[in-house]
């Protein structure tokens, strides 16, 4: 399953140690990793692209009332849950 997750950051520089602190958690609930896409116009505006092992894991992890609290205090949330996708060669 992949998730984009839109977000708009009070800083930037504090959110991105705390996912990076995060990773073995989402791992440990089917996180198969993610990409983080930072707007070059507005630093504190990131796009994340989260794969996860399923629905189920995903909702669980952001479920967490530490998760929960940690995206409160560190800026706006917007999910997208991707129901199909595909590539483009050049």
Sequence with gaps: ????????????????????????????YGSKGST???????????????EWDDHKSYHEYFNRPDVQKALAETGETMFIEVGESF????
Excluded: C, F, H, T
Excluded at 37 to 49: C, I, K, S, T
Excluded at 87 to 90: H, K, P, V, Y
């Design 1 to 28: 399953m992949v998730v984009i997750v839109k977000r708009n950051l009070k800083d930037y520089d504090s959110w991105k140690q705390m996912v990076v602190d995060m990773n073995s958690v989402r791992k440990g």
């Design 36 to 50: 983080v896409y930072r707007n070059a116009e507005d630093p504190n505006e990131v796009y994340l692209v989260m």
């Design 87 to 90: 590539r483009l060669e050049s």
